[in-house]
C-alpha cells in the first residue's frame, strides 16, 4: 500500500503546498471513505462481475470527492478539472483497496 501511495504521491502531487506525509493521510482518508460507503461492500467487494462493479467505483469515488469537496478544494479541482488525474486516483485507489 505504502508503494502506491508513494507511486501516486510522486506523479500527481509535485508542485502541491502539502508535505508527503500530509499527501499520504489525504489519500488514505480517501480510501477509508470509499470503504466506508454504505455501496462499498455489496457494489464494489463483493461483486463479481467487473463491470458493474467499476460503475459502482466510479459512483463511490464521485461520491466520496464531492463529500470531501470542502476539506480538500485543491484535490477536488483537480479531481473535476483533469481527467488524467481523475483516472490515475481511481486507479490507485482501486489497488489500495484490492490490497486490504
Given at each position: 500500500m505504502e508503494e502506491i501511495i508513494r507511486s501516486f504521491n510522486e506523479r500527481w502531487f509535485q508542485g502541491w503546498s502539502a508535505?508527503?506525509?500530509?499527501?499520504?493521510?489525504?489519500?488514505?482518508?480517501?480510501?477509508?471513505?470509499?470503504?466506508?460507503?454504505?455501496?462499498?461492500?455489496?457494489?464494489?467487494?463483493?461483486?463479481?462481475?467487473?463491470?458493474?462493479?467499476?460503475?459502482?467505483?466510479?459512483?463511490?469515488?464521485?461520491?466520496?470527492?464531492?463529500?470531501r469537496r470542502k476539506e480538500e478544494l485543491e484535490l477536488y479541482k483537480l479531481?473535476?478539472?483533469d481527467e488524467a488525474f481523475r483516472s490515475a486516483l481511481y486507479l490507485s485507489v482501486k489497488e489500495a483497496l484490492t490490497m486490504n
Open positions: 508535505t508527503p506525509e500530509e499527501q499520504r493521510i489525504k489519500f488514505l482518508n480517501i480510501v477509508e471513505s470509499v470503504q466506508a460507503h454504505p455501496d462499498f461492500e455489496k457494489k464494489f467487494d463483493e461483486n463479481s462481475d467487473p463491470y458493474s462493479r467499476n460503475l459502482a467505483f466510479e459512483k463511490i469515488m464521485k461520491e466520496v470527492m464531492l463529500k479531481h473535476n478539472q
